[in-house]
């Protein structure tokens, strides 16, 4: 259903986003991890939303979901560094990778004289591994570059890339220094996008007892099969629903369904952790 690629991403995430870096993981919440839960894509039910053979009365088939992969995980945070801090970090590893490029990669003492000659750098006995930034952190250890950001009246975003343009991404988001009060958009700011409004930060913390953490896994759906998405979890999962789909002014369609129940299947959802559908246009839709 997902690919190869979600594999070796929980791979990384246990490494970089585990509890002792002061992240919950993609997850229940505190509140309903002693119960036996489920999630339409994450485990058990999941064939109820990929087979053509379900049916809601036993007559009428649910449309086939051909394609959904992984997109990008969304992270929210408590702070985030200005541009300017990670970029000033991008382009010392950049350097660092030119006057170290004929090292040896077990010649760890000239390796560091390598980084200590680009400027100031932290003592390694003093590294302790509670507290990193998240974003520092994909910058140095896997490679990652800060691609794209959004600064809004509510929030701080960044997105992290791989070289790769079709693999892993991260959203990463905080609470803006001049937020609101986290009621969503506002009707003077209606271009903003929705995942983009405070309330979704607020409610991931409040569920996670304010712990930083993934609050959304981003799968990405073939053009004019997100409808099918939306009417298997109104036939099966109508709880799960979080809301209608959303149209962005570039023809992308944006649908989301909260990741578990509280408890048994069509007990209330767990509203800590999201699943969001991306459709996006074609290439001739976009450039309309």
């Not at 509140?31 to 339409?40: A, E, G, I, V």
């Not at 800060?146 to 070289?163: C, D, F, K, W």
């Not at 693999?167 to 996008?193: I, K, L, N, Q, W």
Request: one cysteine or more; proline letters at 7%.
């Amino acid at each position: 259903l997902l690919g190869e690629r979600p594999a070796a991403l929980c791979v990384m995430l246990l490494l970089v986003v585990g509890s002792a870096h002061g992240f919950s993981v993609a997850g229940p919440s505190a509140s309903t991890r002693h119960r036996r839960l489920r999630s339409p894509l994450l485990s058990a039910p999941a064939s109820q939303l990929c087979t053509a053979e379900e049916t809601v009365d036993g007559t009428q088939p649910l449309a086939r979901i051909s394609v959904c992969q992984y997109d990008h995980l969304h992270f929210f945070v408590d702070k985030l560094q200005p541009l300017s801090h990670y970029k000033a970090i991008e382009d010392r590893l950049n350097e660092f990778a030119k006057v170290n490029a004929t090292g040896s990669a077990d010649d760890v003492g000239a390796a560091r004289e390598a980084w200590l000659a680009l400027g100031p750098s932290a003592d390694p006995a003093a590294f302790q591994v509670h507290g990193r930034d998240l974003v520092e952190q994909m910058l140095y250890a896997f490679g990652w570059r800060i691609t794209a950001q959004h600064e809004g009246r509510e929030t701080r975003s960044l997105l992290l890339s791989t070289v790769d343009p079709r693999g892993a991404r991260f959203v990463v988001t905080c609470r803006s220094e001049a937020g609101g009060a986290g009621t969503g958009p506002s009707p003077t700011c209606a271009a903003e996008p929705d995942h983009f409004a405070r309330s979704h930060l607020e409610r991931h913390m409040s569920s996670h007892g304010g712990a930083q953490g993934v609050g959304v896994l981003g799968f990405e759906v073939e053009r004019g099969e997100l409808e099918a998405v939306v009417g298997r979890y109104e036939a099966l999962h109508p709880k799960l629903v979080a809301g209608p789909p959303l149209l962005h002014p570039d023809g992308t369609r944006v649908f989301e369904a909260f990741a578990y129940y509280q408890g048994e299947p069509g007990s209330e959802p767990d509203v800590g952790t999201r699943l969001r559908f991306v459709e996006r246009p074609s290439e001739a839709e976009g450039a309309a």
